[in-house]
């Protein structure tokens, strides 16, 4: 049973490890959408290449995420985090350095690559390492400073394009996991997952999934050009993903065992994640172009307006969760899409001579407070509707669907509402544009409220709750991890406000690897 107090110097070291490494990627998540109208100017990339220069580190981050788990628990925790730190920072620098939109874009798949080794093993680090008493608060600390980092990574990414240059949004990387690695190896102990890391990877399963989510993708964004090669990759991006649930449906080992989908309430919260977060990718996508091509504001300003959002998750998601645990989840996953819809329906105000105070401001806060009374009660749902052993898979599950939902809806969106490709050096024509992307992103929205209404119940009492009650992230829910049998019962235990937390479990991994 691991060991580590919170309060010891190595505890320290521990938590302060995770956080910078966690931080590498949620900052990238949320600095790099305020740099793309200089990065396309710099590069002379058109709509195409912005909109894969997002996409591409999300196709291998959402594809592999779940196999990035399963790696920490086979060949050691701390052994794969430092090299998803590593790997991470080395495509930082290659983005840092690209002389053109291809190198950027190739260096984002492989930093998408490092993102999905280091993203589960921060908080398997923690789960494997602290004592049990101690557990919870550790969790707690690691998302709540891992929430500042999002919540600063929009102004952080505004200061440095308009100062020393976007380059530094992936630069930054570099001295962060300078820091990182080093103390990781000295300070963070090993773990693995013992009998439990046992069988064969689905490397094949991760692979369909990867290229499915790429060629759709590729179609979606060269829609509009026409070419035959457009038809060809979304046929085979199709195929790609009968084969993936095929090779799921028959694999001993399965990445994700299609079987999780027997219940119906998991099922559903995915569904309406596929929307919510399909609607978030879009919005935070397109929100800051907007405010930089059309408002005109600098890279600056654009990243500090959309801090509310952030500030707000970080500031409220333990009281909404703590409020779904009372009330149920149904109630929260209505209305807080709609509160969502209504901000981006405000959204469509904002366009050139916005006001910041009566025009911005009041839309993010609606949406802000959507994002709020949904988020939490989603997570705890989704762990909720499975059996305690497969918690960590359903989160993963769950993370993954949110991620592809988002790139889906990056690749779509300026399709969809007739974005050219040189659209964002447009002002009128790309704000004409947002405020169509608006009205559908809220219609997208109002369908995951219905769905919501019609299939969520209360869950039953007893079952799992969120380790992960402070969440500051806008662009995914938070990751989960398995529970281990509780001590003396022969039972998984479940963590809940009543009972103390189970044994240290090994992080979000894949079933039977």
Not at 184 to 210: K, M, W
Request: aromatic share 6%; proline share 8%; charged share 10%.
């Amino acid at each position: 049973m691991p060991d580590v107090r919170l309060a010891s110097p190595q505890g320290k070291w521990i938590l302060l490890t995770t956080v910078l490494g966690s931080s590498m990627a949620l900052l990238d998540s949320t600095v790099v959408n305020v740099a793309l109208p200089r990065i396309g100017r710099d590069l002379d990339a058109d709509l195409a290449a912005l909109q894969w220069t997002v996409n591409a580190y999300m196709v291998t981050l959402a594809g592999l995420i779940l196999l990035g788990g399963a790696l920490g628990d086979r060949f050691g925790r701390r052994k794969v985090f430092v090299v998803g730190v590593l790997w991470f920072a080395t495509a930082s620098l290659l983005c840092g350095i690209a002389p053109n939109a291809g190198v950027l874009i190739a260096a984002r798949a492989l930093q998408g690559v490092g993102g999905a080794l280091l993203t589960p093993g921060s908080l398997a680090l923690i789960q494997a390492s602290f004592h049990p008493d101690d557990r919870g608060r550790a969790v707690g600390l690691w998302s709540g400073f891992g929430g500042i980092g999002a919540a600063v990574g929009p102004f952080l990414g505004g200061w440095l394009v308009d100062g020393p240059g976007w380059r530094w949004v992936f630069l930054i990387n570099v001295p962060l996991a300078v820091v990182c690695a080093p103390i990781a190896v000295r300070h963070v102990p090993e773990s693995d997952g013992g009998q439990q890391a046992t069988g064969r990877f689905d490397v094949l399963g991760a692979v369909l999934g990867a290229l499915a989510l790429a060629l759709v993708t590729y179609a979606l964004i060269e829609a509009g050009g026409g070419s035959p090669v457009v038809a060809v990759a979304a046929v085979a991006g199709l195929a790609a993903a009968v084969a993936f649930v095929a090779v799921e449906k028959h694999r001993e080992h399965p990445m994700m065992p299609l079987d999780v989908f027997a219940s119906r309430q998991f099922t559903a919260v995915n569904v309406v994640t596929l929307c919510v977060y399909a609607a978030f990718g879009g919005f935070f996508f397109l929100a800051a172009l907007q405010l930089q091509v059309a408002v005109g504001w600098s890279a600056l300003a654009a990243g500090t307006a959309l801090l509310p959002t952030t500030a707000m998750m970080l500031l409220l998601s333990a009281r909404s969760g703590e409020l779904g645990d009372r009330i149920g989840p149904r109630i929260p996953l209505t209305v807080g899409p709609l509160l969502c819809a209504t901000g981006m329906l405000l959204m469509t105000r904002v366009g050139p001579g916005a006001s910041y105070l009566t025009d911005v401001l009041p839309a993010l806060l609606v949406l802000g407070l959507g994002m709020v009374t949904l988020v939490a009660p989603l997570t705890a749902t989704v762990l909720a509707a499975v059996d305690t052993a497969r918690a960590g898979l359903a989160s993963g599950i769950n993370n993954a669907a949110a991620r592809a939902a988002g790139l889906v809806a990056v690749a779509a969106l300026p399709l969809l509402v007739g974005m050219g490709p040189e659209a964002y050096r447009e002002p009128d024509a790309f704000n004409e544009a947002f405020q169509q992307a608006m009205v559908l992103c809220a219609g997208v929205l109002v369908v995951g409220s219905a769905l919501a209404f019609a299939t969520v119940r209360r869950p039953a009492p007893g079952c799992r709750r969120p380790e992960c009650r402070t969440h500051g992230s806008v662009a995914v829910p938070p990751l989960e991890a398995e529970t281990e049998l509780e001590p003396g019962t022969g039972r998984k235990g479940g963590v809940s406000r009543e009972t103390p937390p189970p044994p240290p479990p090994p992080g979000p991994r894949m079933p039977g690897t």
